[in-house]
């Protein structure tokens, strides 16, 4: 299977913190792909150096062979990958359509002279754009919502919104961080069918999750990261079972 | 207020306040009125502009004044030197401004809040200043005076009545391009930063394009309204152009609402009229002012309308939500956006 991202021996020194320490990561085509690893371990830090919000120290990050390291955020994006946030960063006072809507900003057939003169154009695009935001919001059954605000929904449905908006961009890699965050059991189960259902549609999935009742069920593979070495990877059968990761975990034996 | 009235009735009673507004001269005798409801025009369409900058991007610029002085005196300055006529001048007005606006808008990439609030005071004063004494070009504290009338496209601006309209020509070509961009993808673009600038880049938003970007057609109306100044008054002089007027534009925006167009129109309208209403009690004017925007502040932080738009006060806005139905409908035959542009590519 073709390889769409690879980390290189990416590390990460803030002051005298090691983050991130020589990771090296790859993720194929059509993979559903999990980083977990106890708090502090350098997962979102990873994350926000594939994504271009770090530029790493040392080490590459290569983007369906291309090299993307250091590369500004929305180039990136541009490129074909999207993100979700720990911390839900929705577009808060602005409506559901418009969070996704700006989500398809790169995509918009429109610039700065048709909108600011209302030409023929704009709407066009404008029409395009709303119809295409309202499917995506009716896969997710967000539709009915459309014009409530963001931070009206409940908490699932904003991790869900976020899912969306990042699908707008036209990405092909989506990178979850930590989606399932909150959410009860029955909106989990809804998310894991979501994220299957993505993978069936051609997304590649990379995320970080602490549920590993998500992670283990939903992964081909599964990537652990412990004070910002990968201390582990392989299917998740392959990683219940092994020791440097219980360690981790449940700290080890004395 | 009017939550009961039909959108028919609203529009009605809308196109009603349009013509009163239009036809104004006509009946307000009273020239001393004219002149008043003439400044409202122009601080609408000042506020207007910055609200672009503060309302829809959030970021607080305190240097408004200074991008107006430069269209007036850009404007001042070529028609009396050069003896060229209006619109030529508010056009070069204009393009000037709007090239300050990249240079104000430079640093803002960098700074945000108080700090960018900062370094637009600063460069209001620097503005300011150079005008005061680059006497070769400006005159200096003396002020550049005895301003042509203007002669606009074969219009012979005469009376105050004339001023009125041509104040209202330039706040509707206004109007015309912040509801155009607030209402597109660009205008998307701003208010994703004012939201979450983070959030905003993951979504492939360039953020030093849009800051740059508004902060330069944001400096370009207010220069035209500069240009419009200068010529109203017929005298310029820096003072007119100091920290004291860009607080003003910004108290304007702030007690009408950010992000709104009819709120930046009305809390220009009412800082306008108040000064003017309240000049018997001379005393006590300040602190009346001081005191409303005081109590606004406490009561209604997001300013009298907040971001309510026309289309909201005319009960038009349109409804995108659909019922659980409609929604099913909608996948019929459904693509994600990655399905689609593989085709596309395939094509």
């Known amino acids: 299977?073709?390889?769409?991202?690879?980390?290189?021996?990416?590390?990460?020194?803030?002051?005298?913190?090691?983050?991130?320490?020589?990771?090296?990561?790859?993720?194929?085509?059509?993979e559903i792909v999990g980083l977990i690893g106890p708090n502090g371990a350098g997962k979102t830090t990873t994350f926000n150096c594939i994504t271009g919000v770090y530029n790493p120290t040392k080490g590459k990050v290569i983007f369906e062979d291309r090299d993307i390291t250091g590369k500004p955020v929305h180039?990136?994006?541009?490129?074909?990958?999207?993100?979700?946030?720990?911390?839900?960063?929705?577009?808060?006072?602005?409506?559901?359509?418009?969070?996704?809507?700006?989500?398809?900003?790169?995509?918009?057939?429109?610039?700065?002279?048709?909108?600011?003169?209302?030409?023929?154009?704009?709407?066009?695009?404008?029409?395009?754009?709303?119809?295409?935001?309202?499917?995506?919001?009716?896969?997710?059954?967000?539709?009915?919502?459309?014009?409530?605000?963001?931070?009206?929904?409940?908490?699932?449905?904003?991790?869900?919104?976020?899912?969306?908006?990042?699908?707008?961009?036209?990405?092909?890699?989506?990178?979850?961080?930590?989606?399932?965050?909150?959410?009860?059991?029955?909106?989990?189960?809804?998310?894991?069918?979501?994220?299957?259902?993505?993978?069936?549609?051609?997304?590649?999935?990379?995320?970080?999750?602490?549920?590993?009742?998500?992670?283990?069920?939903?992964?081909?593979?599964?990537?652990?990261?412990?004070?910002?070495?990968?201390?582990?990877?392989?299917?998740?059968?392959?990683?219940?079972?092994?020791q440097a990761v219980i360690d981790a975990y449940l700290g080890e034996e004395v | 207020?009017?939550?009961?009235?039909?959108?028919?009735?609203?529009?009605?009673?809308?196109?009603?306040?349009?013509?009163?507004?239009?036809?104004?001269?006509?009946?307000?005798?009273?020239?001393?009125?004219?002149?008043?409801?003439?400044?409202?025009?122009?601080?609408?369409?000042?506020?207007?502009?910055?609200?672009l900058i503060t309302g829809f991007m959030g970021q607080v610029s305190l240097g408004h004044a200074a991008f107006m002085g430069i269209g007036a005196y850009t404007s001042a300055i070529l028609s009396d030197r050069f003896g060229w006529s209006f619109v030529p001048t508010m056009l070069c007005a204009v393009l000037i401004a709007a090239a300050f606006g990249i240079i104000l808008g430079i640093p803002a990439l960098k700074l945000s809040g108080s700090y960018l609030a900062i370094v637009t005071l600063g460069f209001c004063e620097v503005v300011r200043l150079t005008e005061l004494n680059w006497m070769s070009l400006t005159r200096g504290p003396m002020g550049m005076?005895?301003?042509?009338?203007?002669?606009?496209?074969?219009?012979?601006?005469?009376?105050?009545?004339?001023?009125?309209?041509?104040?209202?020509?330039?706040?509707?070509?206004?109007?015309?391009?912040?509801?155009?961009?607030?209402?597109?993808?660009?205008?998307?673009?701003?208010?994703?930063?004012?939201?979450?600038?983070?959030?905003?880049?993951?979504?492939?938003?360039?953020?030093?394009?849009?800051?740059?970007?508004?902060?330069?057609?944001?400096?370009?109306?207010?220069?035209?309204?500069?240009?419009f100044y200068a010529h109203y008054m017929r005298f310029i002089d820096p003072s007119a152009f100091n920290f004291e007027q860009s607080t003003s534009i910004l108290s304007m925006v702030i007690l009408g609402g950010l992000g709104g167009v009819p709120g930046s129109i009305l809390g220009a309208v009412i800082l306008s009229i108040l000064p003017e209403a309240l000049r018997d009690l001379a005393a006590l004017r300040m602190l009346i002012y001081g005191l409303i925007i005081a109590v606004m502040m406490i009561f209604r932080p997001q300013g009298i309308l907040g971001r309510t738009t026309f289309s909201q006060i005319l009960g038009i806005k349109k409804k995108y939500a659909v019922t659980p139905e409609e929604a099913a409908a909608l996948l019929d035959g459904e693509e994600t956006p990655y399905e689609e542009l593989k085709k596309e590519e395939q094509a």
Not at chain 2, 23 to 50: D, E, G, I, W
């Open chain 1, 1 to 30: 299977m073709k390889t769409m991202l690879e980390l290189k021996n990416i590390t990460q020194v803030f002051g005298g913190l090691v983050a991130v320490n020589d990771v090296s990561i790859h993720v194929d085509e059509k």
């Open chain 1, 75 to 242: 180039e990136i994006t541009k490129d074909g990958m999207a993100r979700t946030f720990q911390n839900i960063r929705l577009f808060k006072s602005l409506t559901v359509l418009d969070n996704v809507r700006i989500g398809m900003h790169i995509r918009s057939k429109s610039n700065l002279f048709f909108d600011a003169f209302h030409l023929p154009r704009r709407n066009k695009a404008e029409k395009e754009m709303t119809e295409e935001c309202m499917k995506l919001l009716a896969m997710t059954g967000l539709a009915t919502h459309a014009d409530d605000r963001a931070d009206s929904l409940p908490y699932g449905a904003q991790r869900r919104l976020e899912i969306v908006r990042a699908m707008a961009t036209g990405a092909r890699l989506l990178l979850l961080d930590e989606p399932a965050a909150g959410m009860n059991e029955q909106e989990t189960a809804e998310l894991m069918e979501f994220i299957r259902e993505l993978r069936d549609k051609g997304y590649t999935v990379f995320l970080i999750e602490h549920d590993m009742k998500l992670v283990m069920n939903l992964c081909d593979r599964i990537y652990v990261q412990n004070q910002g070495y990968l201390i582990a990877d392989g299917t998740p059968a392959e990683i219940q079972s092994n």
């Open chain 2, 1 to 51: 207020m009017k939550k009961g009235l039909s959108p028919k009735i609203r529009i009605a009673l809308f196109v009603i306040f349009l013509i009163l507004v239009a036809t104004l001269p006509l009946y307000l005798k009273n020239q001393y009125f004219v002149r008043v409801a003439t400044l409202c025009v122009m601080y609408s369409a000042l506020a207007l502009s910055l609200n």
């Open chain 2, 145 to 227: 005076t005895g301003i042509k009338k203007p002669l606009v496209l074969g219009w012979q601006i005469k009376t105050n009545g004339d001023y009125y309209w041509l104040a209202l020509i330039l706040m509707l070509i206004i109007i015309f391009f912040v509801i155009n961009i607030s209402n597109s993808h660009v205008g998307r673009a701003i208010m994703s930063v004012r939201e979450d600038e983070i959030a905003a880049s993951a979504m492939g938003v360039n953020i030093r394009y849009y800051k740059v970007m508004t902060f330069t057609i944001s400096a370009a109306l207010c220069g035209m309204m500069g240009a």
